[in-house]
């Protein structure tokens, strides 16, 4: 498709699982940044690549949360022993990255409930 | 350290009424952009404005504006002669320059109450 895809949409699991969610960001985008919005709360950022450069991951909360990104496409972020706070809608965009051309494309979001 | 801050949580209007959403930022940095982001009920971002640090012109779109005014790092959003179609979560935004990381503010709710 043409815009950023997401999966899964809706994720249930119990406290303590593992969960991996994707990101396939618009082709041709070089940047993809994580999003994590709690009900009724902003974007706290998560995580930033760019091309081959190192990722920044200063907005990871705890070890617990992890991503790759095989090259300029898809990204997968993991969330390991998984707790009730954890549950949110996390939120992948992508751009084409010229510094401040950043239009960021939202994907809908894949929202995690964690019983 | 860079921050965003839209001190207004919630705003209710009645439709028709002009609006105003405030955006003051923090930053060290003297080449930044700026963004506004509206969240609708539908939940996907979209895209509404950039700024560079560069360019202090206020922008009209329509029944949107934007006020960036470096002095008092501020970079508000006014909605004119509002509709119920407004009604949205509304997100300001920053980038650095020297690392492209993109922070938001907490958002402003929006009501437009016919």
């Known amino acids: 498709g043409a815009g950023v895809s997401q999966s899964p949409s809706n994720k249930v699991t119990e406290k303590g699982k593992d969960v991996e969610l994707r990101c396939d960001p618009i082709s041709g985008h070089t940047a993809l940044y994580w999003y994590r919005q709690r009900l009724g709360q902003g974007l706290e950022f998560l995580i930033y690549?760019?091309?081959?450069?190192?990722?920044?991951k200063s907005g990871l909360p705890s070890d617990r949360f992890s991503a790759e990104r095989t090259g300029e496409s898809v990204s997968t972020l993991t969330i390991q022993r998984t707790q009730q706070e954890d549950s949110a809608v996390y939120l992948c965009?992508?751009?084409?990255?010229?510094?401040?051309?950043?239009?960021?494309?939202f994907g809908e979001g894949s929202r995690l409930t964690v019983l | 350290a860079q921050k965003v801050t839209q001190a207004q949580t919630e705003i209710s209007v009645v439709e028709k009424e002009d609006v105003t959403l405030d955006c003051v930022y923090e930053t060290r940095d003297t080449t930044y952009y700026l963004f506004w982001y509206k969240q609708p009920p539908s939940g996907e971002l979209v895209f509404l404005i950039r700024r560079n640090s560069f360019d202090e012109q206020n922008e009209i779109s329509g029944r949107y504006s934007w006020n960036f005014q470096k002095s008092t790092s501020s970079f508000n959003f006014t909605i004119t002669a509002s509709q119920v179609v407004d009604s949205a979560v509304y997100f300001c935004?920053?980038?650095?320059?020297?690392?492209?990381?993109?922070?938001f503010g907490k958002g402003t709710r929006l009501h437009i109450l016919p």
């Open positions: 935004a920053l980038e650095m320059n020297r690392d492209d990381k993109i922070i």
């Open positions: 690549f760019q091309g081959n450069s190192a990722p920044d």
């Open positions: 965009a992508s751009s084409t990255r010229l510094a401040g051309t950043g239009e960021l494309f």
